[in-house]
């Protein structure tokens, strides 16, 4: 009897935990979102670009976009209008607006 109380308080910490991180996730993916929004003359509003010279962001690897930002922020990738936005970024807006980016679907079709 006291092991099934311990396996079922043990899973409901678990549950716990695992919507807590959820939540969170979904908090930094908001957070990322607000901004990002100074991204959405080149890139748009959801990572599609609107600028011709842009690429699209939407659904691309986090770490990847983390990666090509902290080199604009270093400046070791260089782009006038990049390495003025970059700059100011910290390690979590960088993180937060990578996330936002990455988490959003891109549907692809074949012609």
């Known amino acids: 009897m006291r092991l099934a109380v311990l396996r079922a308080a043990a899973i409901a910490l678990a549950v716990a935990a695992s919507s807590a991180a959820q939540a969170t996730q979904a908090e930094e993916i908001a957070a990322g979102r607000a901004k990002a929004q100074a991204c959405a003359v080149c890139h748009g509003p959801v ?65």
């Open 47 to 111: 990572g599609v670009a609107t600028h011709p010279q842009a690429p699209n962001l939407a659904g691309q690897p986090m770490n990847y976009l983390i990666e090509q930002l902290k080199a604009f922020r270093a400046g070791k990738r260089r782009n006038e209008m990049m390495d003025l936005m970059a700059r100011p970024l910290t390690d979590n807006d960088i993180e937060q607006i990578s996330l936002w980016f990455s988490a959003i679907r891109i549907e692809a079709t074949p012609p």
